[in-house]
């Protein structure tokens, strides 16, 4: 599926639509390759895990979450960390490409890692929109505010390696659509935060340090948000005494004029 911006309904507001994205790098570099990604999005995530340790290539890790995964460029970078590659996409039926029936009924898509060499970590990627299928990657088409929502997830991270169906990483760049009302949008802004968080202290995997002061990784949560009166007492109730690290991110391939920032938080203690 390719991903099709709609187009802005003024005249006038489309055509400065047109001029920003005829200028923006990102959007350049998405177009300009066949085998490209799927949003600009993308660049975000490659961006975050480039300057902040490659947390996507430990070797450690076994499951990711991606909420609000559609139309799947995250998720697309998440899998080519986990070995699978842009052909691969071409050539979905020769990964075992299959519909998954057990955990959704509306549009699930799940992989079976063919090839020995890749890292054969979980991903699961979630979202209210369809999403086309991406080897390596299982998908579902679902409300992540609604009720049950974390057991589905968990079950579908569940595997040999990984009963208790635990999360490395959870990523989030969920946000719901613009109603047009600032004050209505940052308070869902907010509560999808607490939404995230919530399901992150049950999945996230716990940083434990062990007799001789060596510590393990411990789970990340990469959290979208926008700008909220409220965010500041979020992250020191909620996030700071979880996490070993949390940073603020904006990255540079986010547009400047968006309220969107980034909070990377390392090292889950699960204190909560
Ligand atoms: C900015 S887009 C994500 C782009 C994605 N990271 C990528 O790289 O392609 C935000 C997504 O959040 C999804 N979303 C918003 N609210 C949601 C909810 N309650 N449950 C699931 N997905 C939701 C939207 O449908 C949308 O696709």
Known sequence: MSFRPTLPLHKKSSTAWLAR?????FVKARLSSPSSYRSRAAYKLIELNNKWGCFLSRPSLRSVVDLGAAPGGWSQVVAE???????????AEDFGLREETKVQ??????????????????IVALDLLPIMPIPGV????????????ARIVRDALKSPRNPEGTADIVLSDMAANFSGSKIRDSQMSLDICHAVFDFAKGALTVRTVDERGKASCGGILLLKHFAHPLLQEFRKEHLEPNFHLVHYIKPESSRADSAEGYWLCRGWLGRT
């Not at 994205?21 to 790098?25: A, I, V």
């Not at 960390?81 to 050539?91: K, L, M, Q, S, Y």
């Open 21 to 25: 994205q005829s200028r923006d790098p």
């Open 81 to 91: 960390n986990f070995g699978w590659t842009h052909e691969a996409a071409d050539n």
């Open 105 to 122: 009924k509306r549009g699930s898509w799940s992989t079976e890692p063919m090839n020995k060499t890749t890292r054969r970590g979980k």
């Open 138 to 149: 299982q998908t579902l088409q679902m409300d992540f505010l609604a009720p049950g929502s």
